[in-house]
């Protein structure tokens, strides 16, 4: 296992590299270009200049996030086909440099969506990403991008790049059309389209899942379970497609086993990357907040989700996804440096008992 950080770059981002050197056991990153748009190309120049900054603190990139697929890939527009010839080309400019997994997701329209970026925990006083159902229900989608943006703390978000959200409702119209089925036949265009190519050059793509794990403003989606998965993965039947397990996304979904579902993929050897977080129900379906990684801080038992990474996906890359905001930091929503930090440390606790014990 290669434990990893999430970092969005110099100057975009509260938390630094010498920070990251810092956490026992980390190793490298999972790092992004935060500032390019979906369908846009990512320079060759910038990409090596981002890893050799990345190598020079002393850490690896492997694995490169939220190289984010345009809304006309999704909705089989005529104009899919330079956006993939682009995606190609970012894949082959990244390959160059070392990276060996694309984390991307087939969202439609919204990335990851919550109601609150810091609801204050009341039993310590920090605060961190909450969801809830009823919330949502009295919102429209321009009101809940707006207010997402105004609560970011200045900070850019994975997901909701301003120039990707711009035509919000137009691109919800057109959505109207657009069922599962129709999702996924698109789905399965790209893919034929970058697999082979990402077989060639030794790149693994893993999707990430819908979060939360549901149906958004009546948006198909299609990655929330084992069974969505397992029709992703038939789309293009390639050792390159692959899964980003985020088990907080998937465990938003009570009815989601995740160490069984890190089981059934990671012995198919189609898990990419985890993002590893715990979250805890608030007495409802669709209601959650993101806690602390500690196993009864939350309803995810991070044990069982270690051990199943152990046996079934030991080589993989992991990193400690959204953390609470703790020790009066001030950052970008779910990306301090200390909770995460900590997570990071547990997890690395957790791996050394899984592997002495099973010596």
């Not at 979250?279 to 051990?307: W, Y």
Request: with cysteine; proline share 5%; net charge negative.
């Amino acid at each position: 296992m290669k434990l990893t950080f999430r970092w969005y770059g110099e100057g975009r981002d509260s938390v630094t590299l010498k920070n990251i050197r810092q956490i026992p056991g980390c190793t490298g990153l999972m790092g992004l270009l935060d500032d390019k748009a979906a369908g846009e190309v990512w320079p060759e120049e910038e990409i090596k200049a981002y890893i050799d900054h990345v190598h020079e603190a002393g850490l690896e990139c492997e694995v490169i996030e939220s190289v984010n697929v345009h809304e006309d890939i999704k909705l089989g527009l005529p104009t899919r086909d330079q956006y993939i010839e682009n995606y190609i080309t970012t894949i082959r400019n990244l390959a160059k440099y070392g990276v060996k997994v694309i984390v991307y997701n087939f969202m439609p329209v919204l990335d990851w969506l919550r109601t609150d970026l810091a609801r204050v925990i009341p039993e310590d006083g920090s605060n961190s990403l909450y969801y809830d159902e009823e919330e949502l229900g009295s919102m429209t989608p321009v009101e809940i991008v707006k207010r997402t943006a105004e609560n970011s703390n200045g900070f850019s978000l994975p997901g909701w790049e301003p120039e990707r959200l711009a035509d919000l409702e137009r691109v919800m119209e057109l959505y109207k059309s657009v069922d599962e089925a129709a999702l996924l036949k698109n789905y399965q265009y790209f893919l034929e389209a970058i697999i082979p190519v990402c077989e060639e050059v030794g790149i693994r793509m893993a999707c990430h899942p819908d979060d939360p794990g549901w149906k958004i403003f009546g948006l198909p989606r299609i990655a929330h379970d084992q069974e969505g998965f397992d029709k992703i993965i038939k789309l293009k039947d390639s050792p390159a497609n692959t899964v980003c397990l985020c088990t907080g996304s998937l465990g938003s979904n009570v009815a989601n086993d995740i160490p069984a579902i890190i089981r059934h993929f990671g012995s198919m050897d189609r898990i990419g990357c985890l993002h590893i977080r715990n979250i805890k129900h608030l007495g409802a379906d669709r209601r959650f907040r993101e806690s602390a990684h500690l196993s009864s801080e939350g309803d995810l038992d991070m044990f069982e989700i270690m051990k199943a990474v152990y046996d079934t996906c030991p080589d993989t890359y992991v990193r400690p996804d959204h953390g609470r905001m703790i020790w009066d930091e001030v950052g970008r929503p779910g990306y301090g440096l200390y909770d995460r930090a900590l997570g990071l440390t547990y997890l690395n606790g957790l791996w050394e008992a899984i592997c002495k014990m099973s010596k």
